[in-house]
């Protein structure tokens, strides 16, 4: 059963955005410290961005800083990636994860959703 659950992938020619949205269905993401991942075949999962719940911090990966911006929307209970200028390196399967800070409570993977961005 999903908890956590990724939307707004799609295909997109490069130059093009796409919004990402992460919603947690029975549990409040402002608690926990969101992270985005993205896959692509044959290669290692990557970090792409995450938002820190304590202080809102936010941190992006060389690869996609001044393209990406991560944001809470706590009436939504949701967080979102706002991808602009992509490129097809970018293509990949992106993951959210939410991460607690208290040891005793789990953590959350998504089951993701497929960006392709291509001509």
């Known amino acids: 059963q999903l908890q956590l659950v990724e939307s707004g992938g799609g295909l997109v020619q490069p130059g093009g955005s796409l919004r990402l949205s992460c919603a947690a269905s029975r549990f409040r993401l402002d608690y926990y410290a969101i992270g985005w991942f993205r896959q692509a075949p044959g290669k290692e999962r990557e970090g792409v961005s995450c938002?820190?719940?304590?202080?809102?911090?936010?941190y992006y990966a060389d690869s996609v800083k001044g393209r990406f911006t991560i944001s809470r929307d706590n009436a939504a209970n949701t967080v979102v990636l706002q991808m602009n200028s992509l490129k097809p390196e970018d293509t990949a399967v992106y993951y959210c994860?939410?991460?607690?800070?208290?040891?005793?409570?789990?953590?959350?993977w998504g089951q993701g959703t497929q960006v392709t961005v291509s001509s």
């Open positions: 938002i820190i719940s304590s202080d809102g911090s936010t």
């Open positions: 994860h939410a991460g607690p800070s208290n040891p005793f409570s789990r953590d959350y």
